[in-house]
């Protein structure tokens, strides 16, 4: 498969998402420069971690009209394959590509930290190979992480399955002591209805290599890539 990884002034994970993708996962990948506009014939894009234009205004609301985001948003509205991680998320959502949005932390802190995260259901690419009872340990690193959405679209993601992972403890129970954010029901990451686009915070390319100690993540690529190459 060949992934295309867009950067963006500030990105700062783009590096770490083309080595898992290229080097762990051994999949081609190119580099998209944000004012480019040929996804270079792409199976799939990724949004990765940072701060795009220095996080003014909000995460993702400048970065959401780079030229590049036109391009994205037509392959994601003719069904072509998009992941957005940490502040790719939050770009994701200010280009609607995504329900809800996501604001700053309740404690108005910036968190670091590995989080224990867990499937919520098997309905989407992204999670349909990782076991329900698994809990995954996947860092974090974000200011503006807390998920939110009115009361209707909540009901509407629950109802159709379009949450893809909660934030959980080690033991997978999802309480308020192991929700890091304040997120709306632990709401770790999110697909939109025809789950081809997703969005999460926790940074998988974080948790991939055997070097760091931690492959949790690659479970959620690979996860992606069973179901991509089962439909070639």
């Known amino acids: 498969m060949k992934f295309g990884v867009v950067v963006f002034p500030g990105s700062n994970c783009d590096e770490d998402m083309v080595y898992v993708l290229k080097n762990i996962l051994g999949q081609k990948v190119v580099k998209l420069w944000h004012k480019e506009h040929n996804l270079q014939a792409v199976d799939m894009i990724v949004l990765p ?12 609301a400048i970065a959401r009209f780079s030229p590049i985001m036109n391009e994205v948003i037509t392959f994601a509205q003719q069904g072509g394959y998009v992941l957005g991680v940490c502040n790719g998320f939050q770009i994701l959502c200010e280009a609607r590509l995504l329900p809800g949005t ?30 329900l009872d698994r809990v995954l340990k996947i860092p974090i690193a974000h200011g503006e992480g807390r998920y939110f959405a009115d ?54 390319e974080r948790a991939a290599d055997e070097e760091l100690g931690n492959t949790d993540g690659r479970l959620i690529f690979e996860s992606l890539l069973n179901h991509m190459m089962a439909n070639v």
């Open 102 to 131: 996501l604001i700053h932390n309740t404690s108005h802190r910036f968190i670091c930290k590995n989080q224990f995260i867990i499937a919520d259901n098997n309905s989407s690419p992204i999670n349909a190979s990782i076991p």
């Open 49 to 60: 971690g940072g701060f795009s234009y220095g996080d003014y205004l909000r995460s993702g």
């Open 151 to 204: 009361a209707e679209t909540i009901k509407e993601i629950e109802d159709n399955a379009q949450v893809l992972f909660r934030y959980c403890d080690a033991q997978g129970q999802i309480t308020e002591a192991a929700n890091p954010n304040g997120s709306v029901n632990n709401i770790a990451g999110v697909t939109n209805r025809h789950r081809n686009v997703f969005g999460m915070m926790p940074h998988p």
